[in-house]
């Protein structure tokens, strides 16, 4: 009895010194901090709330153990048989004019990792470029390519980053420490700071947002706008922070990023307010209708493209990661064949491979396949 007790002491000592002192899951919440974020119209019961609630259909014990079972199990096909292929980045000055032309550059660089070259501005949005979506990378499921199309080191400087929500899946600790010393702004949701300053982020190039806020950065037009989703890194911090899209708008080209969410009246709402978007950047992957009040079907993924009032889009969420039991091309297949049945334009550009907005011919070739 003694041994046994004197186990469950050192375990519940390591689990404690694991959530407060391991930085990858990040920092909790000071009272003023919470106070604070209580003043949110999205703020309630202690913690942020969706505008159109979100249950999740595996509540209860029963659910929860066929979830894990399944899990255990795993699909044969949600990963790839062989390492992704991917392109070398070269950016917007890897093509002759593009530059001068003023046109948009988007690089999706894996699940929802991106980079959007706008008006002489580079921002990343949501650059989680790990190994996995944990805070144990070596015991995560492991990236579908072998290397990304690039080395942090090799980054331009960078003009911001964009944050949709911090998940382990958007915000990596191993990414932002490596990425800082060349960031000059990080752009958030509320609640989302204290995270980054824990991992060396100066509080002075951080600025945090709500639901709805517009402001200008760098000569950009931004919007933070409403997702419909959920928060949390460790044990006890669901929901202490925000989740949210953004409208990005140049002087030529306007961009919908839509972080991770499940489907509902909020896009048509972004949509009657700040569209129509040259392009959009869909979450598109890691479903199931257990929990698809938090990722969306791929055909609802096309229609919140067209609630937006989206002309082109690229789905995103997927080609990197498996977190959900589906295939992993399964998304993408389903976006195509939704987006011909509803002749909406959609783009499937090669993991590296650099858009251009707008251009008379996008990315279609199915390389996944």
Known sequence: MWI????????VVMVYVLLNYYPAFGARQSKARKAQLSRSAQYGAKKFRNATPAPIDNTNMGGKIKLLVEFAKGNPKGRPAIP?????????NGEVGAEQSGKAAITWF???AAMLQLDGKTLLLD???GRAPSPFPFIGGKRFSSKLPFEIEQLPLIDAVIISHDHYDHLDYGSIVKLKGKVKRFIVPLGVAPHLVRWGVSAAIIEEHDWWDEFEYAGLRLACTPARHFSGRSLSDRDATLWC??????????????GDS????????????????????????QYDERWAA????????VQAHLDVQGKVMIPIHWGAFT?????????????????RDRQARIATPKIGETVFVPSAAYPSLPWWR
Do not use: N, Q
């Open 127 to 129: 650059p989680m470029f």
């Open 323 to 339: 977190l959900a039991l589906h295939d992993w091309t399964d998304p993408v297949e389903r976006a195509v064949k939704a987006a």
């Open 262 to 285: 499940g489907y509902g009246p909020h896009f048509k709402d972004i949509g009657d307010k700040y569209g129509p978007f040259d392009l959009t950047l869909m979450e598109c992957g």
């Open 110 to 112: 894996g699940h929802s």
């Open 84 to 92: 992704v292929a991917v392109e070398p980045f070269r950016g917007s």
């Open 294 to 301: 938090i990722h969306m079907m791929p055909e609802e993924t």
């Open 4 to 11: 046994l007790l004197g186990i469950i002491v050192v375990l």
């Open 245 to 258: 899209s953004w409208v990005i708008e140049g002087r030529e080209s306007k961009i919908f990023f839509s």
